[in-house]
């Protein structure tokens, strides 16, 4: 356990569906991500939250909305997705951005598949 | 482009035989980490090292730098079973945010029993 936990584990979603992956870390962080890890692709990564506030948004289609309520919680609502969205979501939090010198901890992940 | 890139893409090994997977990056970095991902999960930090150090130990693992090279290598000893698993590499973009930290695309090493 890296005290980074993602629900649910795996999901089946139709192209029309909408749907949340949740990610909750016990860890006292307040640096969380989001990660895609396609087949044969680097780790992407996606989003970026710093003490509650979006730092980052790698170009990602609007299709994915993040949310982070609070340090604790990070959400990814999902709506309309295609098939080659269909990868494992990575969530990961971390010590503070300024701290260059920190790791990452990795929750166990989302099987996503979108048919 | 990729910040950093690992070499072999795959390695297989007999147990016991010892695994060295490199990872080679273009930007200047101050710190340099190693992570393990187990098939389908997530992943789990292995090392760090910083720019100014040459070399690092952890257990049956031994990190190098070449801050001149820009390169880097992870050296497993008395390999096992359990090692089978991909390795990446991480480096941060920014000399002064953790925001930014980039993935190579990993080697997968399998160990054979």
């Known amino acids: 356990e890296t005290g980074v936990t993602q629900t649910p584990r795996h999901l089946v979603m139709g192209m029309t569906n909408k749907k949340s992956l949740k990610c909750e870390q016990h860890?006292?962080?307040?640096?969380m991500y989001w990660y895609k890890q396609s087949a044969k692709k680097p780790l992407e990564l996606m989003f970026v939250?710093?003490?509650?506030?979006?730092?980052e948004n790698n170009s990602v289609p609007s299709r994915f909305s993040p949310e982070c309520p609070n340090s604790s919680h990070l959400f990814l609502h999902l709506h309309t997705l295609q098939p080659e969205d269909s990868a494992l979501y990575l969530c990961?939090?971390?010590?503070?951005?300024?701290?260059?010198?920190?790791?990452?901890?990795f929750g166990q992940g989302t099987r996503l598949t979108v048919v | 482009s990729q910040q950093g890139e690992e070499d072999p893409q795959a390695l297989s090994i007999q147990e016991g035989e010892n695994a060295t997977m490199n990872c080679s990056y273009k930007?200047?970095?101050?710190?340099l980490q190693w992570y393990r991902q187990n098939s389908g999960r997530g992943l789990v930090h292995l090392i760090l090292?910083?720019?100014?150090?040459r070399e690092k130990h952890s257990g049956r693992l031994r990190v190098t730098l070449d801050t001149s090279k820009k390169s880097s290598s992870l050296l497993i000893t008395a390999s096992r079973a359990a090692d089978t698993a991909s390795y990446f590499c991480?480096?941060?973009?920014?000399?002064?945010?953790?925001?930014?930290?980039?993935f190579g695309p990993g080697t997968s090493l399998s160990v054979i029993p």
């Open positions: 990961a939090s971390s010590q503070p951005l300024d701290r260059v010198e920190t790791e990452a901890f």
């Open positions: 860890l006292g962080h307040n640096a």
């Open positions: 939250y710093n003490f509650k506030e979006q730092t």
């Open positions: 930007t200047s970095i101050n710190n």
């Open positions: 090292i910083r720019s100014n150090e």
């Open positions: 991480a480096t941060p973009s920014s000399k002064t945010s953790y925001d930014k930290v980039i």
